[in-house]
């Protein structure tokens, strides 16, 4: 139950190529899940190779999963309460917040399919996850978020 929207959610996880293809999307999970919850029990890590970087937000912590498969985590750094970031951080920042767009706009495209953003019918709900990534899915036929440099 969410108190902010006033009804159950869903939550899934959405993996993106650098292109901007979603490329793995995950079963539905209730709103309350955490990140690292459904990372943990999706199957994606499964998925990761060594060598593999992942971006991620700042709540995702999966950096121990992670390295146990020789990939990486690449998440925003943290502020300190009573500290600036120091000027290397803040381009870090930069650079991880202009890829994460795509990230951002991947999702939305997901969102626009208006069967998602209304109260689903409880008769409905055994078929909530093929619903969602058949959702996801097809937003790879539209036109790319990132154009390719020729």
């Not at 899940?33 to 709540?59: C, H, P, T, W, Y």
């Not at 998440?75 to 920042?93: A, Y």
Request: charge should be positive.
């Amino acid at each position: 139950w969410s108190s902010y929207k006033h009804r159950n959610t869903y939550k899934a996880l959405v993996g993106i190529t650098p292109d901007g293809t979603v490329s793995y999307v995950s079963s539905l999970y209730g709103g309350a899940a955490s990140d690292k919850f459904i990372v943990q029990n999706s199957g994606v890590l499964n998925l990761i190779e060594a060598g593999d970087n992942i971006m991620a937000d700042r709540g995702f912590d999966i950096d121990v999963e992670l390295n146990k498969r020789g990939a990486s985590l690449n998440i925003p750094p943290f502020r300190n309460q009573n500290f600036q970031l120091s000027s290397e951080q803040v381009e870090t920042t930069r650079r991880i917040a202009e890829v994460r767009i795509h990230v951002e706009r991947a999702i939305q495209r997901i969102k626009t399919f208006h069967i998602l953003d209304k109260t689903m019918p409880l008769s409905l709900h055994i078929v909530a996850d093929d619903i969602f990534k058949t959702c996801a899915l097809l937003t790879n036929f539209q036109t790319p978020i990132i154009k390719m440099i020729q």
